[in-house]
Each structure stands twice: as structure tokens, then as C-alpha cells.
């Protein structure tokens, strides 16, 4: 999201400690184990809509990370960490994820209240715009 091109994060290559739009090593890392833990929600997700399993279910498996990703905060910090978490699964469309949290109750898409709840208690109000 460096660049705001909108490209899939896929494509992102690290070269010299660097890649091409501006991520380090780490953030690049980083940014990997972010996609691998959105791409399992998405497979839990797919799971729920064919019917494999139901969110009774997986609520013990996955309920303190839908939990605490969406639970209301008054620390600036974690509303901040929040809404830079929502801003991701919207941009780069991991629309399953955002399916499933539905699916559990837990409304996290840009208009919702919980989302718009996390901008507000952000201390950079210049980033939260």
C-alpha cells in the first residue's frame, strides 16, 4: 500500500533489502505473514459458504483473533493497528475474510461502525484520513 497502485500483493519482489515499492526486508516479511494468516481466513471462509462448517464451529478456533481484530478500543495505538488491518483486507479485496466476519456478526468494512470507530481514536487523524 506504499505506492497506492492497487496491485495484487503478490507481485512485490525484495531485492537489495528493498523492493520495488519501497517495502524492507522486514516490512516485506512482515507483509507475508499478514497475507498467510488473511489467506486462511479466506479458506475458513470458503468453508462457511459451502457449507463444510458452520461459525459455531470454527469459534473456538478462530473467536479470539475475529475478537480482538474487531473489539472496540480506546488505545490510539491498537485503534491504529486496527484500522491499518481493515484498511489491507479491503484494499487488497480479501473479501472472504470480510464475508466471514459477517458471517460471525462482527461488521468490519469501511462503513462500518467498528471501522469508523478505530479512525476516530487514531492519534495521526492525518493517516486515519
Known amino acids: 500500500m506504499l505506492e497506492r497502485t492497487g496491485s495484487d500483493p503478490e507481485v512485490f519482489t525484495v531485492e537489495d533489502g528493498v523492493s520495488s515499492v519501497g517495502f524492507t526486508q522486514s516490512e516485506a516479511a512482515i507483509r507475508d505473514c499478514y497475507d498467510a494468516f488473511l489467506d486462511g481466513l479466506e479458506r475458513f471462509a470458503s468453508y462457511v459458504e459451502t457449507g463444510l462448517t458452520d461459525v459455531t ?3 473456538p478456533y478462530i473467536g479470539y483473533c475475529i475478537d480482538d481484530i474487531s473489539s472496540p ?3 490510539a495505538n491498537d485503534a491504529a493497528w486496527c484500522a ?3 484498511t489491507y483486507i479491503t484494499f487488497y479485496r480479501f473479501d472472504g475474510v470480510l464475508n466471514l466476519f459477517d458471517a460471525i456478526g462482527k461488521r468490519i ?3 462500518s461502525p467498528t471501522y469508523l470507530s478505530f479512525l476516530e481514536r487514531m ?5 486515519a484520513s
Open 57 to 59: 464451529s470454527l469459534r
Open 109 to 111: 468494512r469501511p462503513s
Open 123 to 127: 492519534a495521526d487523524q492525518h493517516l
Open 73 to 75: 478500543t480506546e488505545n
Open 84 to 86: 491499518a488491518l481493515l
